[in-house]
């Protein structure tokens, strides 16, 4: 079923939030847009993220990066001020940081790193295009009280409250820390990211100072998470620190909290085709603020 938003100017593909009927959209893009880049992923590789939504990559980056990182994001987790900035997202149940948005606007050094040819050949190789950042952050998951995240699509956020068009952004998961079976690691619906499920509740005003925080509007629906977990299973996503997970913007994703001494630290970078600029919301009242979804000053 498609319909018009009732201010969007161009036809909604992916209707949500304000939805009946049929929930689930087989997806109408491409998920590798052209192999017209060269870059860092192999033939293989390539073909993988085209059939589950996902690709793991076993070292990324090198062991004195990780070392570098980590300590920048416990200088930047000590700092009163980071802790006090709107783009910090401290946890629910406790004063430790859950998230830092736009991190490669603060951090000199995460800046770097977004510009890195590791990353960005990645995403440009899959989305076929010039990228830019459309997200970045520092999901900490502290031992003992990280929350988790619940069932989710990116996208369809993406899509409802940033006005992103169409399936053509990526993510790149970075292991700050190793990420076990134990301590709250990404799980992924393998080929997931082919059906948009749209989710029930209308898009509060203001809805990311409470999704970001625990997200319930913006969940798919148990039946379509049973249905696709049937359908495709989950894979638990471990490695060891400086590994990484690159994954579409549709994959079918959460990970559980956090009970263990392990923290589980991953940068979150999110690529963005620049033929997939955000336009107004499909289904929000209003534009989230910049350091959640890049509008005005695309760093390329
Ligand atoms: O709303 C968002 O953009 C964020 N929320 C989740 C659960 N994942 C993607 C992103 O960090
Ligand atoms: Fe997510």
């Not at 963005?272 to 955000?278: E, P």
Request: negative net charge; proline residues 8%; charged residues 25%.
């Amino acid at each position: 079923m498609t319909i018009h938003s009732l201010d969007h100017p161009s036809v909604d593909l992916y209707p949500t939030r304000h939805v009946t009927g049929s929930l689930r959209v087989e997806r109408r893009e491409p998920v590798v847009w052209a192999d017209s880049f060269e870059g860092p992923m192999d033939r293989d590789e390539l073909r993988g993220y085209e059939r589950d939504g996902f690709v793991t990559v076993e070292q990324l980056l090198d062991p004195d990066e990780i070392v570098a990182l980590r300590a920048e994001l416990t200088r930047l987790c000590g700092d009163p001020e980071v802790r006090a900035d709107e783009r910090t997202v401290i946890e629910p149940a406790s004063e430790a940081v859950r998230s830092i948005f736009e991190i490669h606007r603060i951090s000199p050094l995460l800046r770097e790193l977004v510009h890195d040819p590791r990353l960005v050949g990645r995403a440009r190789q899959i989305l076929g295009s010039d990228v830019y950042i459309h997200q970045s952050r520092a999901n900490l998951k502290p031992g003992f009280d990280g929350s988790g995240f619940y069932w989710h699509s990116d996208f369809e956020t993406w899509h409802a409250e940033d006005g992103m068009p169409a399936m053509r952004a990526v993510s790149i998961s970075i292991a700050l820390t190793e990420n076990h079976v134990h301590n709250g690691a990404l799980m992924i619906m393998p080929g997931s990211h082919r059906t948009f499920v749209a989710c029930p509740g209308e898009t509060p005003h203001g809805h990311y100072r409470t999704s970001l925080r625990r997200q319930e509007i913006g969940t798919p629906d148990p039946d379509s998470l049973t249905e696709l977990a049937d359908r495709h299973g989950i894979s638990v996503i471990t490695g060891p620190a400086g590994s990484a997970t690159v994954f579409d913007s549709n994959c079918m994703h959460g990970s559980a909290e956090n009970i263990t001494p392990f923290p589980r630290s991953n940068l979150f970078i999110v690529y963005n085709s620049v033929d997939n600029a955000l336009t107004t919301p499909y289904a929000a009242p209003a534009p989230r603020p910049d350091f959640i979804a890049t509008r005005t000053r695309p760093v390329t």
